[in-house]
């Protein structure tokens, strides 16, 4: 599932270098041919973090230390029998099991870490899915949004604290400052109508509605059109 077609044109050149090594050839002329041009450039160069394409190159030179070895670019998908007969084997060897131990080719970096993250994503998911607190916060954000982390550490510190209050309710509206003790009460100080909540600032009180058809385009939100806005959208609100 992580192997890129890069590698598996690799493997089979080293496959065939291989073969022919297990075949112990001298004095030969050896000609492989190969439709993936990226191939031919990454065997030339001299330095290399793949293990994969040092065990080529290894082998390569072993084969070629007593034999003539050439590499030919083929076009593909022109006609060539060759070439058509080996994209046929492949598609073959493609649907069926694997043999041994997983990974049977070496993987990239950016591929394992790919799937680190995506795991780390999955998992952050599943825990704020499953926690019961963090109300506020998932009222706007229904899952974990990671896209939006860089743009939010460069925002100016008085952007980033009412952006967070905002978030989370821990800021200086009512709700909360009844929480810590620090009000009498919950309710609205703009329209007495309702709990002084981050939600109810944005989406419901009558104090803001020309901010919100302004930014938003809306006198009122619910839930769901709430859970819709970008905290990009809240932040220029």
Not at 29 to 37: E, H, K, Q
Not at 61 to 86: D, F, K, M, R, T
Not at 114 to 138: A, E, L, P
Not at 166 to 190: E, M, P, V, W
Request: with cysteine; hydrophobic share 35%; aromatic share 8%.
């Amino acid at each position: 599932n992580y192997i890129s077609d890069f590698q598996a044109e690799q493997f089979a050149i080293a496959e065939c270098v291989r073969i022919c090594l297990t075949l112990n050839l001298r004095n030969k002329n050896i000609l492989i041919c190969t439709d993936c041009v990226s191939v031919l450039q990454n065997l030339k160069t001299y330095e290399t973090q793949s293990s994969l394409t040092l065990d080529c190159h290894n082998k390569l030179n072993l084969l070629a230390s007593n034999n003539c070895v050439n590499l030919l670019w083929s076009p593909g998908h022109c006609g060539i029998y060759g070439n058509e007969y080996a994209d046929h084997l492949a598609k073959l060897g493609s649907k069926r099991a694997p043999m041994g131990a997983p990974p049977f080719i070496p993987l990239y970096k950016n591929i394992l870490k790919y799937k680190i993250d995506q795991w780390g994503f999955q998992q952050h998911c599943d825990y704020w899915n499953s926690d019961s607190s963090c109300q506020n916060s998932k009222l706007l954000m229904k899952k974990p949004q990671n896209e939006i982390h860089k743009w939010i550490i460069n925002l100016r510190r008085p952007q980033l604290r009412s952006l967070i209050g905002i978030i989370t309710g821990h800021c200086s509206l009512k709700d909360h400052l009844f929480t810590i003790r620090l009000s009498a009460d919950r309710l609205c100080r703009f329209c007495e109508a309702d709990t002084e909540t981050a939600y109810h600032i944005v989406c419901l009180c009558s104090k803001f509605t020309p901010q919100r058809l302004q930014c938003l385009q809306k006198s009122y939100l619910n839930a769901d059109e709430y859970a819709d806005i970008t905290v990009k959208a809240i932040n220029n609100s």
